[in-house]
């Protein structure tokens, strides 16, 4: 027996990049891989379906099982009915990997309506789309009495968990998928599914003129893509029921934990009297809980 046995996984974004790798390695492990993909441009462009079916094709050339779809993950109705087709071909369906992605980069000020509109669909919708029609079937599946391990792996980012100029919208949907990341798995523990994402450090597409070109034959290269798949295959089997809510970023060979949100109990401001803030005094507390100078003063805030 191998780690994904008898599993069946859809891989959104899965012709290239990051959700190739992630397509192989799985399918490495004995999963039967539903590699979808439209096949568009970083920014959305075109489209064909010749990228999912090239990596089938790979996949079933080493001896596995895999079926090309291009079912746009925006398409609400038809992410539904492509959950419906899996289970009907395979039986079943045990996880997600919610992976597909595009960018439109620019400073908010030169950004458009368009560009808001299509990346926030992209990866914020199509997160939510196929995670709800999968987390529907496991929650049925559950209620009568079946057995259920399901497994939910979203794809957040550097840029949504810290920040980044130029990426407004990108890192805002990216953001949003962490905190749907943490609700989702607390409304399905109850029906054994977990819900985690990743946040990969990889060169793409999407990264190649920011993390710039590998090295030279076997030089280790902490920014190939495949670096973040064995996470992914790991999140995705049934070994991995114990962790659910996680955000892990990967870098090359490392897992970092990535905590939500957290109150900064070192910077604190606290009025010193009974009653409510006064707006009057909230200039100097704030200074001096983020370390700023008081106006007019050199060296550091006390």
Known sequence: MTLLDGRVVLVT??????????????????????????????????????PAQQVVDEIESAGGTAIADSTSVTDFEGVGSLVKRIVAQFGRLDAVVNNAGILRDGMLTSMSEDDWDVVIATHLKGTFAVTKHACDYWRATAKAGQPVSGRVVNTTSGTGLFGNIGQANYGAAKAAI?????????????????????????????????????????????????????????????????????????????????????????????????????????????????????????????
């Open 13 to 50: 974004g899965g012709g290239r990049g990051i959700g190739r790798s992630h397509c192989l390695e799985l399918a490495t492990h004995g999963a039967t891989v539903v590699v979808n993909d439209l096949g568009v441009g970083v920014r959305g462009e075109g489209g064909n379906e010749s």
């Open 178 to 302: 962490a905190s749907f990341t943490l609700i989702t798995s607390m409304e399905m523990d109850r029906y054994h599914v977990t819900v985690n994402a990743i946040s990969p450090l990889a060169r793409t597409r999407m990264t190649s003129s920011i993390l710039g070109q590998p090295g030279g034959p076997g030089d280790w290269d902490k920014f190939d893509p495949a670096n973040s798949s064995p996470v992914v295959a790991w999140l995705v089997s049934e070994r991995s029921a114990w962790l659910t809510g996680a955000i892990l970023r990967i870098d090359g060979n490392a897992i970092q934990r990535v905590r939500p949100w957290e109150v900064d109990s070192g910077a604190v401001f606290r009025a010193q009297h009974e009653g409510r803030l006064d707006a009057a005094e909230i200039d100097a507390g704030l200074r001096r809980a983020y370390h700023v100078l008081p106006r007019g003063t050199s060296g550091l805030a006390s």
